[in-house]
């Protein structure tokens, strides 16, 4: 549902209950009705007054803030100007020494808390019906909850968030330590290292190329000879 921050009263400028000693009802609620618009009137400066002193405020810290900025960069300029990385000579051992830089920034935290509560909304706050004295309960629980959280809770909303953001940062955890990544400053068992076989290659050219060449070609010609007995020859005779 939604919120009324600034409410304009009274609401209804001509509604009225006329007395029965009244000569003259119309001028009643005339008159009436003029007295409702002035007070509209007044209730609409009180707002516009509020408003504009809200605005005030988030300007100055906006102001505060960039100001606090437009330092911080002005004096890194100035640093960056003046660094010289060829004639510093700069060690290894002696940057490992350096504090780790941490910045002085405050981040603002609990700003929808009831002390950041523009004045507008703690008006509305305060004219709302206090909750029950169910406090009155907690002597009779056993299991030591407070009676009132059960009606309202001002720190559920809080509370899930926190629970949200703590099982993220468990399961990120969880991430980082799984089997198998060597964790940094923790020692390992001895690493296997499997052989490798070399395979020999023969090349082209080589003692090992006319072994190769040599028994092929004996083999080629036990192949391609004939099976039967060899010719026999005829003795060439005189001429008849």
Known sequence: MPLVKRTIEPYHASRCKVPDRADNELQCILSHTLANVIRQMSSLSKHGENLFGELITEANSCLDRTNALHRRVQKLAVDVTQLDPVGEEVNIQDMALYKTYRSAHVTDQQVLSRDTLPAALMEVYNKCSKPPNLTAFNALRDDGKDSLKFYTDPGYFFELWSE?????????????????????????????????????????????????????????????????????????????
């Open 164 to 240: 949200d953001m703590n099982k993220k940062a468990d399961e990120r955890k969880k991430k980082k330590k799984k089997p198998g990544r060597r964790q940094p400053g923790k020692s390992q068992g001895p690493v296997k290292v499997s052989a490798v076989k070399k395979k020999t290659v023969i090349s082209g050219k080589g003692k090992e190329f006319d072994e190769t060449q040599t028994r092929r070609h004996s083999e080629y010609v036990k192949t391609t000879a004939p099976s039967g007995p060899p010719p026999t020859q005829v003795p060439a005779g005189p001429p008849q």
